[in-house]
């Protein structure tokens, strides 16, 4: 059953002991000759209209929004449908300081909350690799009905976490009616998919689910989908007391990876000594530093370009270039040589409610999770052009190889050229076990109730990594090095394969780690206006790296280990004020394991913790049709490594003697004021809102200049919002059709990179907007969405040193049947 209005806190109380705690299993009637009182279990959420009212994410009981003092945010199904967000990425929209990542390499699911790290999870348990791995699936949204992210650090709940927050997915599950849906949908760059999903009662007690998914698109700029899904689940409810569920996923994808986008061309405005201008050969003089060679011969550290080429040079140069990502237009650096990211994801688990008593309920869940994955990708492809850089040895040069422009054996520049390029084919091999367990209790003294939240978790991650390596002339001095890219407008690529190029092995290790953590929870409703969550735990970290040998390491090496323990808490208080407003504070304190963001070492550096303010205010307006919070929060990341710059491993050991060589006191700290808001009015109007306006900055203390000790965060915006606006006019010919509209909007975002010469290189801010129209009949209905409306040109992610270019205007066609 379905409340029409948020729950009271001692109902919340007398009714969260009968639901499942992560918020993934409804307890529903399972026979029809059962009696009233054994079919009488709530929904997971308390939805009124078409609004979640209700969350089990932020404190793993269900609790009214109105009344948690947490940063939590609630995505139903029919909004993404709406959007027909078929993956996370698309998803990303409707939450306020969910964005990409910064330095994204195209690979997976890159995204950050706040500017820092995501922790995904499927119904509370481990949803994949996210904390600095080389490889990460892309997550469709094949089988979700709601998203609930959670933000700042969580790990009393969640395990070994994420400083950003959680992104907790909450899967489909059996029901016990029989129900029948085939969708198919067809759109540009031949994009088609069939999906077909079933569920019904296999007995009084036992129901079913499953979901097949395939789909397929030749994508924009060739970055092409393929994927193939199945989803079974069953649910087994044998009595009152008991219910199991078993759930499984196989997903075989392969997603094309594109590593450098539009890439900035590397051009250094400093070393012009002046602002960007019209350019003449004059201003981009030849170095005039040389040195005597053995044979006491002049020899010149930088390229030597005649009066003619540094014309050539100039001219190629606009005001652009080092500053703003170079529009290649509908040419793209993609190299046949690089191959889409092959990944295989198997995904067993059991969830097993047992509720002890009428204020008792215990969960318990496993989890077995594999996932695989192979390709080749570039990792650059620099147009060096002009810059005066700074060399150990003989101070600043410009144009020094191999990082200038490139003039050929026959003499001929090549503005345009790319050189340096790698490629790199990475195969990874991932295996998790987790098991959860929580025991949660209701309790109420007089006037006063609560919850008590016991929890035990373990997980153990083994990971086998290898990658190797291919360069073109820079970096293979051999006769089967990669052709340079004489001109990225129009690039010629070498022949053949990956492996044709004698690629040299350079990362081969296996990494395992082995945690647990004990946690408590108190949730008190001290009274009907004002509630509490205190929380804590211990968790522990052992950790195991073995370096397996490389062509250039080829010894294998001792097994390093690292153990870290430690403890995080958590705590919240919540007033309502008055029915329609409430204001909580939250602070936090999380953990997660060094050695998965960085390789272990003997030196066994302390884990990078993570800490969140969140200040907040919830209304709700209409009779709870609106729903919305507003945060002011501050989130950091803190004992991040650097190297000493007092250590210094040009010289002899004994001049390091007590000299550490590397620290652990940079961070990541992001503050800044979110909103989000929900509107669901008189069945017809449908409103999704949210806003950022966030500082994420990076704090190095190795940097000597005290102007570059605090930059901002590469690839995260300083604004963004958006909205979703949906009416729907009824019985509209024998159905109602409902019309969309939406507006997404992400402000500049750096992609600078001091060490490539490129301070203060950015990608511009983008507003694309987009549109949907559906017809809903009884039994079917149809959509038609179009993205960027106005076909506006824009970067959708922030590269290494470009951006990747978002989609044309586009449209797709949905047609869904349910029976």
Known sequence: MQFSRSLNSKSVVATAVKVALLGGVVATAHAADKTESDIERISVYNKHNALILESGTATKSNMALMQTPAAVVVVDEELLKSQTANTLQDAIRNVSGFSQAGNNYGIGDNLAIRGLGVNYTYDGM?????????????????????????????????????AGGVVNLIEKKPQFEE??????????????????????????????????NHERS???????????????????????????????AYIDDAV???????????????????????????????????????????????????????????????????????????????????????????????????????????????????????????????????????DRTHGSIINANPRGPLVTEDGELHPFAARRQEYRRAVSDEKTWQYFADLQLGWSYGDISGEHLISANFEDRSMAFKQWSIYDGDGNKTGNALPYILDIRNPNWGTGEFMDYDPS?????????????????????????????????????EQAYQHLG????????????????????????????????????????????????????????????SETLDLGIRFTAFDEDLLGSLVVFETKRTNLRYTNPEYDDQKAPEFNVGIPQY??????????????????????????????????????????DPAQREAAKKGIPEKMGSTWLSYTVPQFTSGDFEISLGVNYVGERTVNHPSFGLPTAKIDSYTRWDMAAAYHFDTYHVQFNIENLTDDTHYSKALFLGGLPGNERNFELTFNYQF
């Open 179 to 212: 129900a029948y849906e085939v969708s198919t949908k067809v759109g540009n760059w031949n994009t088609y998919g069939i999906m077909f999903d079933a569920t019904n009662a296999i007995s009084d007690d036992l129901a079913y689910r499953v979901i097949l």
């Open 505 to 541: 092995l350079r990362s081969n290790y296996n990494k395992s780690l082995q945690a647990y953590g004990i946690g408590v929870q108190e949730v008190l409703y001290l009274t009907d206006a004002l509630t509490m969550r205190a929380g804590f735990a211990y968790t522990s970290i």
């Open 256 to 390: 094309q990876v594109d590593s450098v986008g539009d890439p900035v061309r590397i051009v250094n405005w400093d070393s012009i000594d002046g602002d960007p201008r019209a350019l003449t050969g004059a201003d981009v003089p030849n170095d005039p530093k040389f040195i005597i060679d053995e044979n006491g011969n002049k020899k010149y550290l930088g390229i030597q370009l005649t009066e003619a080429q540094r014309e050539q040079l100039a001219q190629s140069i606009s005001t652009t270039d080092g500053l703003r990502p170079y529009d290649l237009g509908d040419t793209s650096l993609i190299s046949p040589l690089s191959t889409p990211n092959e990944g295989k994801e198997l995904r067993f688990k059991l969830r097993h409610d047992w509720h002890l008593d009428e204020n008792s309920t215990l969960t318990q869940q496993v989890l077995w999770r594999k996932y695989e994955s192979d390709l080749v990708r570039q990792t650059g492809a620099y147009n060096y052009v002009y810059w005066d850089r700074s």
């Open 126 to 162: 481990y949803g994949g690799a996210s904390l600095g791995n080389n490889y990460n699936p892309t997550r469709s949204m094949t089988n979700i009905e709601s998203m609930e992210v959670l933000k700042g650090p969580a790990t009393g709940l969640y395990g070994i976490g994420a």
């Open 663 to 704: 620290k652990y006191d940079n961070n990541e700290t992001t503050k800044g004021v979110e909103l989000d808001l929900n509107l669901a009015l008189a069945e017809a109007w449908k409103l999704n809102v949210n806003a950022t306006y966030q500082d994420a900055v990076s704090i190095r203390h190795e940097q000597s």
């Open 550 to 609: 490389t062509d250039r390491s080829k010894e294998i090496k001792p097994e390093s280990d690292t153990d870290d323990a430690g403890t995080t808490f958590t705590f919240g208080i919540n007033y309502q004020i008055m029915p329609e407003l409430s204001a909580f504070v939250n602070v936090g304190k999380g953990r997660t394991a060094f050695g998965i963001l960085n390789s272990v070492d003997e030196t066994s550096p302390p884990d990078s913790e």
């Open 218 to 248: 030749d994508g924009y700029r060739d970055l092409q989908q393929d994927r193939d899904e199945v989803f079974a689940s069953l649910k087994f409810v044998p009595s009152q007391d008991h219910e199991l569920l078993f759930s499984s």
